[in-house]
């Protein structure tokens, strides 16, 4: 009863956030667009220390070579033609060792250009695949550069890329770099701390140089906005608006506000913008005045428990936690049920999904039994302790200003202080949160965000033992929690070696098993894809694996 008297109140507090009287909203200028923000940036390099809201933000301006579109089908953003082994721009070859590789065949668009009119070429491919694979710099996992060893430049426009392994995500990767103006950056400055802090994307991020998409950053003012307009040496469809300017608030509260009031024109749906909950406020006060984009999601909301710490390494105690959060109410009473509760790694929706995965519902009674099990009993003022008087108490940390993983946290701490677990919340900047916290590990407890796994990206980001971030190797990885499970190990191997459906979805299979006999995370729910947007608004298609605004060029006011 206590748990669903914090969930209504958790509710009630929702709907006070929208203000009482909005003053009349001025004349729309539909040459420009003006999203609402949450989260500036302090590292806006595109390939380091990436994460979703990093994604909604850069991508207006710098373009992957391919993305999957709102079909979920990978589609050539910087390139002609899509490699296959059908079209034979991709192949299986043998590999001097014996073993299996590939080569993987692009070309350029014609007239692709740097927004400063320098042409994207071959060399730049071969310049961001060299700094991929220095082990000093740490790259992003979304779709690595790593993965290929070598490259092969035919000319200024086509080039192979070399895979030492067969994977079947041959035909996605990330975004390219400007060789001109980073590769002397890069060779003066050898380290991942020095480079960061010197590359042009933090010092200079205004230069065109930097950006090859339909549009192009002109203005950064830190913490207040950022302005894109117009690339002149785009060579695909003219963009629509004059300008595109994200307007950062501190809150999302100032967001929900702004919306209303007609001083934004458009609002993500967290992360980096509003709550579910908050759209759903707006939806009952504005109705048909604003227009609601949702698809079902992919993006998994997840808890890491570092498992360094002896009590969380039992899976047992790992087990109880999973049975005493409540996710069902957490989802109906914030979300009206449509944000589904994880049971894993992927969606009950997803066809990859395993029905005969190990599932953990609420019962608090089970979990209370378990922790007894693990040596656990409760304790004078309610908190279990063990033999050696130790209590069982853990920090869980998330994003500060994230209002949705602020209220769940204030709800997991009172949901688990019933089977005698102690949880303190603790709201961390974003900045930190990403740095130091989580990709460094510096917590012992837990800590919630989110991650998604695209058709094209393996699970092996967040549960492969070398996905774990370690100084060794420049603290790249999502394996916040440190597992390490030479049966999941040996399941993502298969899973990067199978090009078929049918094998992927048996490899699939068994890592989602393993997956939910480990616990190494503890899966909450799965956010929709959402945007809130003025009614006349079109071509704003939000997708469910790549971010949208990589199509920011078809976007118009009608």
């Given at each position: 009863?206590?748990?669903?008297?914090?969930?209504?109140?958790?509710?009630?507090?929702?709907?006070?956030?929208?203000?009482?009287?909005?003053?009349?909203?001025?004349?729309p200028d539909k040459s420009q667009l003006v999203v609402g923000q949450l989260q500036f940036l302090k590292n806006f390099h595109p390939l380091i220390q990436v994460n979703n809201t990093k994604r909604l933000q850069v991508n207006y301006g710098l373009l992957p070579l391919t993305a999957?579109?709102?079909?979920?089908?990978?589609?050539?953003?910087?390139?002609?033609?899509?490699?296959?082994?059908?079209?034979?721009?991709?192949?299986?070859?043998?590999?001097?060792?014996?073993?299996?590789?590939?080569?993987?065949?692009?070309?350029?668009?014609?007239?692709?250009?740097?927004?400063?009119?320098?042409?994207?070429?071959?060399?730049?491919?071969?310049?961001?695949?060299?700094?991929?694979?220095?082990?000093?710099?740490?790259?992003?996992?979304?779709?690595?550069?790593?993965?290929?060893?070598?490259?092969?430049?035919?000319?200024?426009?086509?080039?192979?890329?070399?895979?030492?392994?067969?994977?079947?995500s041959f035909a996605s990767w990330d975004q390219v770099l400007p060789s001109h103006l980073e590769a002397p950056i890069y060779e003066a400055n050898g380290t991942a701390d020095s480079y960061v802090k010197q590359t042009h994307y933090n010092t200079d991020p205004t230069n065109p140089g930097l950006w090859n998409a339909a549009y192009m950053l002109s203005e950064y003012q830190i913490g207040t906005r950022l302005t894109w307009v117009p690339n002149p040496h785009w060579p695909g469809k003219k963009p629509e608006f004059e300008r595109i300017i994200l307007s950062y608030r501190d809150n999302s509260s100032a967001l929900v506000q702004n919306l209303l009031a007609g001083e934004i024109d458009a609002v993500p749906v967290s992360p980096g913008g509003i709550s579910f909950s908050q759209m759903l406020d707006v939806q009952r006060q504005k109705g048909d005045g604003l227009?609601?984009?949702?698809?079902?999601?992919?993006?998994?909301?997840?808890i890491a428990m570092n498992l360094d710490n002896p009590i969380l390494a039992d899976v047992k105690v790992r087990r109880a936690l999973m049975m005493g959060i409540d996710r069902k109410a957490i989802t109906e009473a914030l979300f009206e049920g449509q944000q589904p509760v994880a049971n894993g790694l992927l969606p009950d929706s997803n066809p990859f999904f395993n029905p005969d995965i190990t599932r953990y519902s609420y019962d608090p009674d089970a979990a209370k039994a378990l922790l007894q099990e693990a040596g656990w009993t409760q304790g004078?003022?309610?908190?279990?302790?063990?033999?050696?008087?130790?209590?069982?108490?853990?920090?869980?940390?998330?994003?500060?200003?994230?209002?949705?993983?602020e209220q769940i946290a204030l709800v997991i701490q009172s949901q688990l202080g019933e089977i005698c677990v102690d949880i303190k919340p603790t709201f961390v900047p974003l900045q930190e949160y990403n740095g130091e916290l989580s990709r460094r590990r510096n917590f012992s407890g837990l800590i919630m965000s989110s991650i998604r796994f695209s058709p094209s990206t393996t699970p092996g980001i967040a549960v492969a033992s070398d996905a774990i971030p370690t100084a060794e190797n420049n603290w790249v990885g999502n394996n916040f929690s440190g597992y390490s499970s030479p049966e999941m190990d040996a399941a993502l191997n298969e899973?990067?070696?199978?090009?078929?459906?049918?094998?992927?979805?048996?490899?699939?299979?068994?890592i989602q098993q393993q997956f939910a006999e480990d616990l190494p995370m503890l899966p909450l729910y799965f956010y929709a894809e959402a945007y809130v947007t003025v009614p006349d608004l079109s071509n704003f298609n939000v997708v469910t694996y790549d971010p949208l605004m990589i199509w920011a060029q078809d976007w118009k006011r009608e």
């Open positions: 009863m206590k748990m669903r008297n914090l969930l209504t109140a958790t509710v009630a507090a929702i709907a006070l956030l929208g203000p009482a009287t909005l003053p009349a909203a001025a004349q999957f579109d709102q079909n979920a089908e990978n589609q050539c953003i910087l390139c002609k033609e899509l490699p296959s082994l059908e079209n034979g721009l991709a192949e299986m070859v043998d590999n001097p060792d014996g073993t299996k590789g590939m080569r993987v065949k692009f070309t350029l668009l014609d007239g692709l250009s740097w927004g400063d009119g320098e042409p994207v070429t071959s060399q730049d491919v071969a310049f961001t695949l060299k700094m991929a694979n220095d082990p000093d710099i740490g790259f992003s996992e979304f779709n690595p550069w790593t993965r290929a060893s070598d490259i092969e430049i035919v000319d200024d426009r086509t080039f192979v890329l070399i895979l030492s392994e067969v994977t079947p227009k609601y984009h949702i698809v079902d999601g992919t993006n998994l909301e997840r004078g003022d309610g908190i279990c302790v063990n033999d050696k008087g130790e209590r069982l108490s853990f920090d869980l940390a998330t994003t500060a200003g994230n209002q949705t993983r899973f990067q070696q199978a090009l078929s459906a049918k094998a992927q979805r048996a490899a699939w299979q068994t």
